[in-house]
Nanobody
Framework: QVQLVESGGGLVQPGGSLTLACAVS????????YTWFRQGPGKGREFVAY???????FYADSVKGRFAISRDSARHTAFLQMNSLKAEDTAVYYCAARRVGNSYYATVGVYDYWGQGTQVTVSS
């Protein structure tokens, strides 16, 4: 069983930065792919960023150039660096993991494991 625990959320002003972390409790960290989703107020859960086992990454158009996903095998942690934050980035951010490859990486239903979420609020 894999457990994911997100941290790093909080209140930040527009234009600011935050780094989210997803701590993964498994000996097989390297065998999984990791994805960040988010769910804003009154909205469905949407894809944000994905990182493959090879470190290849993909991003939603809305965050491309502002967000960066990474993974640290020594720390068993996936990260989401968020820069130039906007009010529309306000959401609960979730980390998800699965062992299968890159297909359908932006689809909520294909993931086996989820964290509990961390709130990010962008407001002045």
């Amino acid at each position: 069983q894999v457990q994911l625990v997100e941290s790093g959320g909080g209140l930040v002003q527009p234009g600011g930065s935050l780094t989210l972390a997803c701590a993964v409790s498994t000996r097989d960290f390297g065998r999984y792919t990791y994805t960040w989703f988010r769910q804003g107020p009154g909205k469905g859960r949407e894809f944000v960023a994905y990182i493959a086992r090879t470190n290849e990454s993909f991003y939603a158009d809305s965050v491309k150039g502002r967000f960066a996903i990474s993974r640290d095998s020594a720390r068993h942690t996936a990260f989401l660096q968020m820069n130039s934050l906007k009010a529309e980035d306000t959401a609960v951010y979730y980390c998800a993991a699965r062992r299968v490859g890159n297909s359908y990486y932006a689809t909520v239903g294909v993931y086996d494991y989820w964290g509990q979420g961390t709130q990010v609020t962008v407001s002045s």
